[in-house]
């Protein structure tokens, strides 16, 4: 096992990393930039240095600096968490040239599998369906013939990168030109790669993945399914496992198919390979993974299998822990990733100071978080804040808990998500499980106006004001209910004993 780990990330993922590094006895080190000063992730550190300026491309993305404070300060192994280094095969070889272990897959697998086209042709290989689609064509005029030979509705895919950049959606003839243009030109300004292909765009999918881990003595499983079907602009924001759609049958070829994925790629560590699946219940592959994935903790909740501890291990030479005979499913969960955004005012990033928080708590509640009260979020990174998890006994059961977490939850200073996942919680189509990816738009649309999170913060006031007013009496903090009702209540109590 290592001897003392660098966390090459920031937020909530550097938090649950280094708590998974304390309960191995791992000592961790911490990077940090200027804005990050006083992050949660640098307070949770063993050891912590600076790297540089707010902007990651001056700071958490500068390789030679990050391996300069691995080697100044002994590490011998760094994980990159998610997002930044996480899928950089350079920086995986960097940290082998140097005698330090990455605690990912080998630098060819995340090579092989973050190209899109090359990835497509290995599967094809393995076995593994894929969308009809084209290789890769510099030729806009040839590409957008190849596309109409495919049939329309395609989308036009970058052949590099992630997080919904670089694609476009043609439904029309017309338009299809022009698609191929615009995703070019933004995939070269996103990941300075331009290449992009065709594939036939499967309406009305739903997005299922499966969570894989493998050695490097050879062994994989599979940690069953999750399915990300509630995204928005092709970002996920409300996961869970296990999928409503999958029957046991269907459950057990995908995760096959998923086990050959990761053989074919060669692949050690923890990974997730990608796939849509139609209503017709046909899958195809759409991608993997090379990292831990965002939503590992509903799978966690499901298996008991602790993801990021077996990561470690892995990278450290040793087998896996469990065989696919030994994998069970328990209950349901569910993850809805909390942003620094305004749900009603097209979800745009609310950075500053958090003023209160109050995290829930209780049986079946989990939350990922990278911050505290006074912290204040910064405007230049992502602006997930945490990941709220429930786990229940069945579906219904992990909503119900959801619902409650929610209520429970309290951020003051900033806008968050919470309100529009309060609104999906109790949307009839999520729950049946009449969901696809076009769910938001389609099937659930937060009105301007519904901002009952303004209202609550006045309600909160007036009664605070009101209760202070008051001088027997000493203000007492909410309830299970929610803070307005609470304070109302108490307030109201309070006037009966005046009597």
């Not at 991608?287 to 799978?299: K, Y």
């Not at 942003?339 to 928080?357: C, M, Q, T, V, W």
Request: charged letters at 25%.
């Amino acid at each position: 096992m290592f001897k003392k780990v660098l966390i090459a990330n920031r937020g909530e993922i550097a938090v649950r990393l280094m708590r998974a590094c304390r309960e191995l006895q791992i000592p961790s080190v911490a990077i940090y930039s200027e804005a990050d000063r006083n992050a949660l992730h640098v307070r949770t550190a063993d050891e912590a240095y600076c790297v540089g300026p707010p902007p990651s491309a001056e700071s958490y993305l500068v390789m030679d600096r990050i391996i300069e404070v691995a080697k100044s300060t002994g590490v011998d192994g760094i994980h990159p968490g998610y997002g930044f280094l996480a899928e950089n095969p350079v920086f995986a070889q960097m940290c082998e040239d140097n005698g330090i272990t990455f605690i990912g897959p080998s630098p060819a697998a995340i090579k092989m599998m973050g190209h899109k086209t090359i990835a497509r042709e290995t599967m094809i290989k393995a076995g593994v369906p894929v969308v009809p689609g084209t290789e890769l064509i510099d030729d806009d005029t040839e590409l957008a013939a190849r596309a109409m030979e495919i049939g329309l509705p395609v989308m036009v895919k970058a052949a590099a990168g992630g997080g919904g950049k670089g694609m476009r959606v043609v439904f029309k003839e017309k338009e299809i030109e022009e698609a191929i243009r615009a995703a070019r030109s933004e995939a070269t300004s996103a990941f300075g790669n331009g290449a992009v292909f065709v594939e036939k765009y499967v309406e009305d999918p739903r997005h299922i993945e499966f969570q894989v881990l493998a050695d490097k003595h050879g062994n994989v499983v599979h940690l069953f399914e999750r399915e990300c079907s509630i995204q928005r602009r092709h970002q996920k924001v409300i996961e869970e496992a296990p999928s409503m759609v999958l029957d046991e049958e269907l459950r057990e070829r995908m995760g096959r198919a998923a086990v050959e994925a990761a053989r074919a790629a060669g692949y050690w560590s923890a990974g997730t390979v990608e796939f849509l699946v139609d209503k017709h219940k046909n899958f195809f592959f759409l991608e993997m993974n090379t990292r831990l994935q965002v939503e590992h903790p509903v799978t966690e909740m499901i298996t008991g299998i602790d993801i990021a501890k077996e990561m470690f291990r892995i990278a450290s030479g040793e087998k896996l822990s469990i065989t696919q005979e030994e994998v069970r499913m328990n209950g349901w969960a569910l993850e809805c990733r909390v942003y620094a955004e305004d749900p009603y005012n097209n979800f745009l990033p609310s950075p500053g100071r958090i003023l209160a928080l109050r995290v829930p708590s209780g049986p079946g509640v989990r939350d990922d978080s990278g911050v505290y009260a006074g912290y204040d979020v910064p405007m230049f990174y992502d602006p997930m804040i945490s990941k709220l998890c429930t786990w229940g006994r069945d579906r219904t059961e992990a909503i119900d808990r959801m619902k409650r977490a929610l209520v429970e939850y309290v951020v003051k200073g900033i806008k968050t998500t919470i309100p529009f996942h309060q609104k999906v919680m109790v949307n009839e189509h999520f729950i049946s499980g009449d969901i696809t990816t076009s769910f938001i738009g389609d099937k659930f649309v937060l009105e301007p106006g519904e901002d009952s999170e303004g209202l609550r913060d006045v309600a909160v006031i007036a009664a605070a004001l009101q209760t202070a007013g008051r001088k027997r009496e000493t203000v007492s903090s909410a309830g299970p209910a929610g803070p307005v009702a609470d304070l109302w209540k108490m307030a109201g109590r309070r006037s009966r004993w005046l009597i």
